[in-house]
């Protein structure tokens, strides 16, 4: 059964930093493309960051320079440091895991960035 859970979220205030982490069990990690995505209130979900093993990563614009998504096979997990937060950052946060056609999602993180 494969199982991707986030944690790490948190209410921060704007400029501040988080990180936030993805357990991954169930499934050959190092084969999957990683990647974080968000959904604000009244919003569609939207790529924040993706990465492969021994690829390139990819960021939304609005987030670059800013974050930083990493991952280690050895652990099962992927990371997303996000520093210089703003308000408009502010999302529940979900890790994603694809692979062949197959699409895993985690259950979700909130950030909240908000003086």
């Known amino acids: 059964q494969v199982q991707l859970v986030e944690s790490g979220g948190g209410l921060v205030q704007p400029g501040e930093s988080l990180r936030l982490s993805c357990e991954v069990s169930?499934?050959?990690?190092?084969?999957?493309?990683m990647g974080w995505y968000r959904q604000a209130p009244g919003k569609q979900r939207e790529l924040v960051a993706t990465m492969q093993s021994n690829a390139p990563t990819n960021y939304a614009n609005s987030v670059k320079g800013r974050f930083t998504i990493s991952r280690d096979n050895a652990r099962n997990t992927v990371n997303l440091q996000m520093n210089s937060l703003k308000p408009e950052d502010t999302a529940d946060y979900y890790c994603n895991a694809q692979y062949m056609g197959r699409d895993y999602w985690g259950q979700g993180t909130q950030v909240t960035v908000s003086s």
């Open positions: 169930g499934m050959i990690f190092r084969f999957y493309a």
